[in-house]
């Protein structure tokens, strides 16, 4: 008898048909009901061992559907070397895009944030931190900090209904980005956040952008590695 423990057994289960093929990319995979009574556990058995191979890449939940194989192309996927507004690019895809905000306020820039940043240590800055799903899965939680003299009504702004990309694109034309990119082992937050497995790693995409001169906005955006790409393309 299998001594690890049953949520693994039920993992190494499905993960056992992928990859033999026989339930191949597109297959919708056993009901939670069925395999809680095969298996005879509860349902959040169940649920833990498909979570983990949905934080893996190797299964995508579609709500009032099921829970089907998938492959790599079914990964989210943003431009390294460009900047787009994340709900266009969920519902290019044909998904359905939504956000949750998690606070939008005023504070007063640290010294990270103050060097990161290009302002004074303790000056006046804008606050805000979101989370952005792709079909009821979280995607990205976006944390950032912004210059108010350059995005004076940023904390106006109803960012459930447009994104703060798509806010500081029209009031503070882009011309120039710094981007770089690190795998992390995301934090308790962040975890919980993006639905995260307990060996998922997390991509952290940290972006500054400048309009003109000015230094606009200093944002973390970080995605389930899993689940997300980032690519681009350089003509030589």
């Known amino acids: 008898m299998p001594s ?7 993992k190494q289960y499905i993960d056992d048909r992928i990859t033999s093929g026989q339930w191949p990319v597109g297959h919708q995979i056993t ?3 069925e395999l809680t009574e095969q298996f005879s556990v509860s349902r959040m058995t169940v649920n833990k061992a498909i979570r983990d191979l949905v934080s893996e890449g190797k299964l995508i939940r579609k709500p009032r559907l099921g829970t089907f194989v998938c492959s790599v192309k079914d990964k989210a996927e943003s431009p390294l070397l460009d900047i787009r507004n994340i709900a266009q690019e969920v519902e290019s895809r044909g998904q359905k895009y939504k956000s949750k905000v998690l606070q939008q306020k005023e504070i007063q820039a640290d ?19 979101i989370i952005h799903f792709s079909d009821n899965n979280p995607i990205q939680r976006e ?3 912004v210059n108010p003299l350059y995005a004076k009504n940023y904390l106006q702004q109803n960012f459930n209904q447009l994104t703060p990309n798509q806010y500081l694109s029209e009031n503070c034309p882009l011309s120039a980005i710094e981007h770089t990119v690190e795998a992390i082992v995301p934090d308790p937050t962040t975890k919980v956040i993006l639905e995260l497995g ?20 200093f944002a973390l955006l970080y995605h389930p590695g899993s689940r997300y790409k980032l690519s681009s393309k350089v003509l030589l």
């Open 198 to 217: 307990d060996s998922e790693p997390c991509l952290l995409l940290n972006r500054r952008t400048w309009s003109g001169d000015k230094l606009v906005s």
């Open 111 to 129: 010294e990270s944030v103050a060097t990161r940043l290009g302002v004074m240590l303790g000056a006046n800055i804008y606050y805000s931190e």
């Open 4 to 10: 690890s423990p049953l949520y693994l057994q039920i």
């Open 31 to 33: 009901t939670e009901l």
């Open 143 to 145: 944390v950032r900090w």
